[in-house]
Nanobody
């Protein structure tokens, strides 16, 4: 079992920045991919960004490219999401997620939430105009 705990959410004005962290109880032995998802009010949960826990390629949604950066500290079992140039439409509950396999396997996609085995409790991000 992998436990994930997010932190770093909050409220910010449009154009501002926030940094989210996700601490995992274990990493290398059980996690192949970690990602960030978000769920805006009244909408479905969507993928924001993901990375393979062994390093290498990262993935991100078109809506956040150039503004959000996903990274990790493998030694500390922590994943980060640096969010810059925030917009009101970024307002959502942000969730950390992990799965045993790589972010993309075969013809699959990195942002299929049903593929993720472990989820954090979420942290709220609110961006005001």
């Amino acid at each position: 079992q992998v436990q994930l705990v997010e932190s770093g959410g909050g409220s910010v004005q449009a154009g501002g920045s926030l940094s989210l962290s996700c601490a995992a109880s274990t990493y290398k032995s059980r996690v192949g991919c970690m990602g960030w998802f978000r769920q805006p009010p009244g909408k479905e949960r969507e993928g924001v960004a993901a990375l393979n826990s062994g390093g290498g390629v990262t993935y991100s949604a078109d809506s956040v490219k150039g503004r959000f950066t996903i990274s990790q500290d493998i030694g500390k079992n922590i994943m980060y999401l640096q969010m810059n140039s925030l917009r009101p439409e970024d307002t959502a509950m942000y969730y950390c997620a992990a799965k045993a396999g790589p972010c993309i396997r075969g013809s699959g996609t990195w942002n299929s939430r049903s593929d993720y085995d472990y989820w954090g409790q979420g942290t709220q991000v609110t961006v005001s105009s």
